[in-house]
């Protein structure tokens, strides 16, 4: 499986920005997906997954109602929306995979493929 994140960027408070995650090397219809952060000095943080085959997600609380995460089964491409962005969501922002067992899957250590990350980074 490889993963290749991209899209982040340098974004006023308020703002928008869109993540993708382009995935190959399988189909991954018994796969789930994740989106995490890292922010210096701290540990990588849960923020959003998909389970790819019936689109169910599961955020962290601090972005609920503002992130949304979606996959497009044609291009195998997830994404994540990033709305209302706060400061506090600047970070490098990692896409994850693995296969669908454990959900809410929130723990990193579940995911044996990562991308490369992309920064985010929000100003005030």
């Known amino acids: 499986v490889q993963l290749q994140a991209s899209g982040g960027g340098l974004v006023q408070a308020g703002g928008s920005l869109r993540l993708s995650c382009a995935a190959s090397?399988?189909?991954?219809?018994?796969?789930?997906m994740g989106w995490f952060r890292q922010a210096p000095g701290k540990e990588r943080e849960f923020v959003a997954a998909i389970r790819w085959s019936v689109a169910s997600t599961y955020y962290v609380g601090s972005v609920q109602g503002r992130f949304t995460v979606s996959r497009d089964t044609t291009t195998n491409t997830m994404y994540l929306q990033m709305d209302s962005l706060k400061p506090e969501d600047t970070a490098i922002y990692y896409c994850?995979?693995?296969?669908?067992?454990?959900?809410?899957?929130?723990?990193?250590?579940?995911?044996?493929?990562w991308g490369q990350g992309t920064q985010v980074t929000v100003s005030s």
């Open positions: 090397g399988r189909t991954f219809d018994a796969y789930d």
């Open positions: 994850a995979a693995k296969l669908n067992q454990l959900w809410p899957p929130r723990r990193p250590d579940s995911y044996p493929y």
